[in-house]
């Protein structure tokens, strides 16, 4: 079953504005990342938060964590038509052997110029 | 350059017609992994190796098998291919198998199976 979902399903803005995509999971987690992908290609890493941070910074993306509601949230900044593409958040349980990361089913942003 | 290295990137191919994808990486990972995408949802963990010699079962591993008999390499086979595995696979791998440790993910194979 799915550990990560994420809301909105799809997102469109405008160039300049903030776009804020969220995630849910069901486990404890030892960590959460999120990922992006271009249509069509692989994922990329973006950034991780550690089970015990609250708020996370990178250029123009900020994550935050709430552990207590199990939920999280991709918030990026002035946004570019470069930063349309789907985003992914993973989690990695905090009693796993086999270490995997569990994948929501994604938000597509599209950022019109 | 790193990389995640997967061939090919397209592929159509007949019910039952074995076939193999390749997926090999350049940054001594101890780690890879293959995932399948489908619409709606996510990615989901095929199969998962820790380390040379060393593979496992992900969540939805019917109707596939793995190697890892080099550290740098983790072909992906479907010995009798059916439509149902139509999709888009991605191989990823990681320094290690520690709870930190980000995914470098390969370009893609999207497959379709008529």
């Known amino acids: 079953s799915q550990q990560g979902e994420e809301d909105p399903q799809a997102l469109s803005i405008q160039e300049g504005e903030n776009a804020t995509m969220n995630c849910s999971y069901k486990?404890?987690?030892?960590?959460l990342q999120w990922y992006r992908q271009n249509s069509g290609r692989g994922l990329v890493h973006l950034i991780l938060i550690r089970s015990n941070e609250r708020e996370k910074h990178s250029g123009r993306l900020r994550v935050t964590l709430d552990t207590s509601k199990k939920s999280s949230s991709l918030l990026i900044t002035a946004s570019r038509a470069a930063d349309t593409a789907s985003y992914f958040c993973?989690?990695?349980?905090?009693?796993?052997?086999?270490?995997?990361?569990?994948f929501g089913s994604g938000t597509r942003l599209l950022v019109r110029p | 350059e790193a990389q995640v290295t997967q061939n090919p990137r397209y592929l159509i191919t007949v019910t039952g017609k074995k076939l193999t994808v390749t997926c090999s990486q350049n940054m001594n990972h101890e780690y890879m992994s293959w995932y399948r995408q489908d619409p709606g949802l996510g990615l989901r963990q095929i199969y998962y190796?820790?380390?040379?010699?060393?593979?496992d079962k992900g969540d939805v591993p019917e109707g596939y098998k793995v190697s890892r008999k080099e550290k740098r390499n983790f072909p992906l086979i479907l010995e009798s291919p059916s439509p149902n595995q139509t999709s888009l696979y991605f191989c990823?791998?990681?320094?290690?198998?520690?709870?930190?440790?980000?995914?470098?993910f390969g370009a893609g194979t999207r497959l379709s199976v008529l």
């Open positions: 486990t404890s987690i030892n960590n």
């Open positions: 990823a791998s990681s320094l290690s198998s520690g709870a930190r440790n980000i995914q470098y």
């Open positions: 190796s820790m380390n040379v010699e060393v593979t």
């Open positions: 993973a989690t990695r349980a905090s009693v796993d052997s086999s270490y995997k990361l569990i």
